[in-house]
Structures are given as structure tokens and as C-alpha cells.
């Protein structure tokens, strides 16, 4: 081999090399943003860690919506109709927040095993469910009724 096919050489080694080590930060990094989507029943199996930034979803349980009194406190229960999970959230509700409506919050499981969410997303008619939502519900039994996904 020749001086210049050596060079050749390693030119194409480097640049292999960084498109490599481009590639492996690139997919370290989506990795690291990546949002699961769980539902109650699933977070009760214990598939969720503490502290795990992580999407919930389900029906807001009929009769637990509880609001602080000169703040903006609110804790609500989600429910796939099989498990429940307690909710807290400091912030402003979306309009069509309400018991029995189908919501996807995102936050984390704190240490006593409440959901502490940053953001809560509603539907956005009374036809439309989450995809995600519709499944869970689906799956622990409880089939939403007159919702088109």
C-alpha cells in the first residue's frame, strides 16, 4: 500500500468514525426525550419508575374533583375504569376539563405514589378520545361508549 491510498485510508476511517459517533449522540439524545404513555392500570402493575417524566391518561373519576381555595391546587383522580390514580396539578385547567372526560396528563409519579402533572391536555369535542386513552380503556375493560378514534 502507497502513501497515498494509506491517506485514503484514513480519511475514510475518520470520517466513518464521526458519522458513528454523530449517530450514537443523535439517538442518546432522543432517547433521553422520549414521553411513554401509560395508563392507570399500568402505573398500578408497577411498569413506571419514581420519578420518570411519562404521559397518563383516562377518564377524570366522576365525584374527585377537589379545588383549593384561593389557589390554583387541583386534585383529581384518572381512572381507566379498572385502576385509579391520584392527580395533582398546579395550574390552569383546559376549558373542557370535567369529571368523566377523557384527559392525557404529563408529569411524575412522586414517592407516595401520587401523579404530579405539569400539563393537562382535554379533548378537544365530545366525539374525540386520544388513541392512546381509548386502548387503555378498552384494554381494562371499560369500552368508551359513542367515541369515535
Known sequence: MNARQKRRLGLAVAVSVGVAAGVALMLYAFQQNLLYFYSPSQVAAGLVEPQTTFRLGGLVAQGSVQHETG???VRFALT???HSLPVHYSGLLPD???EGQGIVTLGRLNEAGVFVAQEVLAKHDENYMPPEVAEALTEAGQAPVGISW
Open 96 to 98: 373542557l376539563f370535567r
Open 80 to 82: 381507566d375504569g379498572a
Open 71 to 73: 389557589s390554583m391546587e
